[in-house]
């Protein structure tokens, strides 16, 4: 085993023992077990439904909207792929008012159902849930997806090109194993994202009816403070989730386009009129739906950024700080598995990779708050701690950009560094490094962005002083001050967005 | 929505104010901070706590460290390790499971002449302020309230109104508890024949609130207290609590003191400090409750425009916490239908 290989699998077994500790500590301090109730296993159908069609959704739009921006060239595209990002790191709380704004009853969609004679529709329901969903997770299966674009090798496209490949033969050659490659890991990771889910699947789904597991699990916390449950409620969550990355893994194929030049060639193949239209819609229309939103909320905070008091810039430095440090330990120990889990029997290092996304947060943060509690005092370690779970819920997204890249340099690569006796340092610089540079900045941008973005576990360890960006935007929402916080989630999203263009950028000038 | 002019929490002056002696007398410096367990919006800047840390510490010679969050569960989990000296912000709904812990000590504090509709004889929680929970409406799209909660339930389904979840939220639980104070027997029906009209059921305040001042609500539940940042703050007189005549149910928040702390006498002073004017007058504007102790004509100008409900419900500790799950069960099954 290489020290690469040897950091990973060390890596790996770390955030299973994140995973699997907390948990047992919760069950551990519980007082007693009586079981699940029925409404529990209610919760559990209702989870599975929504997330499965949730995942297959925003894969299925995102695909679309990843070729189009994937061989369109146009002035602002940058920008545009930029921005998409957005909802994917829009504070819960921010994403349903913004929404709400569109397909609530006053808002544009049914101002201009009811303007041609139809009935307005009512954004609140199951299909309300998977639409917020939607709204939140196509912007990464995009982004993962336009990766999965741009790794095939130009040559291959030159070659299609000269053979008089159609677009239907392109789609059935190269790009089809192109996204039997990619799209069933992010799949994995958006149904486990939705497994999660609580706050926007309650109050989209319009009641009671839209209860989910992780809504169960703060009850019996909550209210109930019946650990038992929540812990076996917390148990189940992370079992479905390794079936779930167990199936959908298998269903990945390597693509095996071969090594390329990494030039960037022309889209011969692409070249008419009902192609670039086809394109024009797909950008357009993913601009729309999730551009809206956010420009509609945050549009009102604009006036207010100027004038928000100093707390909110310290939240906001507090996040940057965390998002920094985040995505850089990150990045690291997501390359170190990356080796690792592409290696013989490193299947189980992807799938613990994976499952922190699955982790309910509030077990998590109740299973850490007991361990930490006899050494030392929570609120010491706030920042810390919400470090370490940025950094663990990170990986999933780091390892989903760096594992298919990780694989085409491995079958690419790995027979000419052996035979050059490059291994160790000097083939993490001379091959790795650089051959990853691309997958290595957006997985930093990514956890950047969303460690910025993560109340996460802040809320049972923080002391008032300690609080960051979006804790004080609920702070702010929940003392009458719309306003200010829509100012305060601009500025979050701004502040995400922006580290994130730099971590890209940086890495596609180095 | 009209932008708030910034209100500060509360001015940082208050040296004039009279304090009582009996807080000079603990005033002997204590090196170690006295932890107050408070929830998030109370230590916020943007909550009452800032200003009640300066008033208290200005004749104390000591320090206030607040530790926020969800104050039941982290409690339980600390139990007898907790580094609190004193809670504040508990919920009367949350009281009895939190006495249960028998954490707590009494707190000797006179809870006589209070200016709450109620009547105090808890000798654990000492009562800081109380709102009653109400529906809360824009008098441009409600043009006549419901003046009851039957004539709500017999409003047309084409109102729109969001609450809170009772299995998530204080107040949501305090709404469960009302309907049930009202209805009796009754109560899922209650919910069913309210049922068209919920739009949606959000996890807690915040959200329900943002939809309500975002116009996509009609109605949101709220606090008759809630009247009063939109006329003090947003000289905004267009969002009113309706009044009920069936009463409207009270939410308490209490304060109280560990049995373990460690400074039971500065614990003790500060619960002192609690029904004082100095402490009291910060409640109106710092917390947008009505304060548990202080004459009405000391109170903003704006809070005598606010609804006055004539009757207040509340269940007494013991008794909402064995109404709790059948409350939350109407909730459940009434929806559900």
């Known amino acids: ?510 | 929505m009209s932008s708030p002019h910034p209100v500060r929490p509360m001015e940082r002056d208050m040296k004039t104010t009279l304090i009582p002696a009996l807080i000079l007398t603990a005033s002997a410096a204590s090196a170690e901070p006295l932890t107050i367990y408070a929830p998030d919006y109370f230590g916020s800047e943007w909550g009452p706590g800032p200003a009640i840390k300066t008033a208290f510490e200005a004749h104390c010679a000591c320090e206030i460290e607040y530790v926020t969050g969800d104050l039941l569960p982290r409690l339980r989990l600390e139990g007898e390790r907790t580094r609190a000296d004193v809670m504040i912000g508990l919920n009367t709904d949350d009281a009895e499971r939190a006495r249960q812990t028998g954490l707590f000590a009494d707190h000797g504090v006179d809870t006589r002449d209070l200016t709450m509709p109620i009547e105090w004889t808890d000798t654990t929680f000492v009562p800081f302020n109380w709102g009653q929970t109400a529906f809360m409406y824009d008098t441009a799209r409600v043009e006549t309230p419901p003046t009851s909660f039957a004539a709500l339930l017999e409003a047309p389904d084409d109102l729109r109104i969001v609450i809170q979840d009772p299995r998530t939220s204080v107040s949501g639980l305090a709404l469960a508890l009302w309907m049930y104070a009202v209805f009796g027997e009754e109560t899922e029906d209650a919910w069913a024949k309210l049922a068209p009209k919920i739009t949606t059921v959000t996890r807690g305040w915040s959200e329900s609130y943002g939809m309500f001042t975002e116009g996509e609500a009609d109605m949101v539940l709220s606090y008759v207290t809630s009247e009063a940042y939109h006329i003090i703050a947003e000289e905004d007189l267009t969002k009113k609590a309706a009044i009920f005549d069936e009463g409207h149910y009270v939410m308490v928040e209490t304060a109280a003191k560990l049995a373990g702390s460690d400074q039971p006498d500065l614990a003790q002073s500060f619960l002192d400090f609690v029904l004082t004017e100095a402490f009291q007058s910060i409640i109106p504007e710092g917390n947008w409750s009505m304060p548990a102790k202080l004459p009405a004509d000391q109170l903003p100008e704006g809070f005598a425009l606010l609804g006055k409900p004539e009757k207040a419900i509340i269940y007494p500790a013991p008794e909402a916490e064995a109404l709790r799950e059948t409350v939350v069960a109407a909730f459940e099954a009434g929806l559900a239908r």
């Not at chain 1, 499965?52 to 369109?72: K, Q, T």
């Not at chain 1, 009641?207 to 109930?224: K, S």
């Open chain 1, 1 to 510: 085993m290489t020290l690469g290989v040897r950091i990973g699998v060390a890596v790996a077994s770390v955030v299973a023992a994140a995973l699997v500790v907390p948990l047992g500590a919760v069950a551990w301090r519980a007082d007693g077990w009586d079981g699940l109730r029925p409404s529990d296993w209610g919760a559990l159908r209702f989870t599975l439904g929504q997330a499965m069609v949730s995942a297959a959704l925003s894969v299925l739009l995102a695909v679309p909207v990843a070729r189009a921006l994937a061989r369109r060239r146009f002035a602002g595209r940058g920008a545009v792929i930029l921005l998409l990002g957005a909802p994917f790191i829009l504070p819960v709380i921010v994403a349903v008012l913004g929404l709400v704004a569109v397909f609530g009853r006053s808002g544009p969609v049914n101002t201009l159902l009811t303007a041609v004679g139809l009935e307005p529709v009512s954004i609140y329901g199951a299909h309300g849930v998977v639409l917020a969903h939607v709204f939140f997770n196509m912007p990464l299966a995009t982004r993962l997806i336009v990766q999965g674009w741009q790794a095939i090798p130009g040559e291959r496209l030159r070659l299609a090109a000269s053979l008089g490949f159609t677009t239907r033969d392109t789609f059935r050659l190269l790009e089809w194993p192109m996204l039997r490659a990619v799209v069933p890991g992010v799949f994995l990771v958006i149904f486990l994202i939705c497994t999660t889910s609580f706050a926007v699947a309650l109050a989209l789904g319009g009641g009671p009816n839209a209860t989910t597991v992780e809504l169960a699990i703060y009850e019996a916390f909550r209210f109930d403070f019946d650990l038992g449950r929540a812990a076996m409620l917390g148990a189940l969550q992370l079992i479905l989730g390794a079936t779930a990355a167990v199936l959908s893994l298998r269903l990945a194929l390597p693509s095996g386009f071969g090594a390329g030049q990494d030039r960037v060639v022309p889209r011969w193949d692409s070249q008419g009129w009902a192609v670039r239209m086809q394109d024009s819609v797909a950008i357009g229309l993913a601009c729309a739906f999730l551009l809206l939103p956010v420009a509609i909320v945050l549009g009102d905070g604009i006036g207010h950024v100027t004038t928000l008091p100093a707390a909110v810039w310290w939240g906001a430095l507090r996040s940057l700080v965390i998002a920094v440090a985040a995505a850089l330990l990150t990045t690291s120990l997501a390359l170190a598995m990356a080796i690792a889990a592409t290696r013989p029997h490193g299947g189980w290092i992807e799938v613990a990779g994976t499952l922190s996304v699955a982790a309910s947060p509030l077990v998590l943060g109740t299973g850490l708050f007991l361990l930490v509690l006899p050494v030392a005092n929570p609120v010491v370690l706030a920042l810390p701690v919400t470090l370490f779970v940025n950094v663990v819920l990170g990986l999933p997204f780091a390892l989903r950009a760096l594992i298919p890249a990780m694989r085409d340099l491995i079958r690419d690569y790995d027979r000419l560094s052996a035979s050059l006796n490059l291994s160790g340092w000097a083939w993490l610089r001379l091959v790795g490094l650089p051959r990853l540079r691309r997958p290595l900045g957006f997985a930093a941008g990514l956890t950047a962005a969303l460690a910025a973005g993560d109340l996460g576990v802040i809320a049972l360890f923080a002391s008032p002083d300690q609080a960051t960006l979006p804790l004080v935007l609920y702070q702010l929402m929940g003392s009458y001050r719309m306003d200010e916080a829509k100012a305060a989630a601009l500025l979050l999203i701004a502040l995400s967005l922006g580290v994130f263009w730099l971590f890209e950028r940086g890495s596609r000038d180095a």
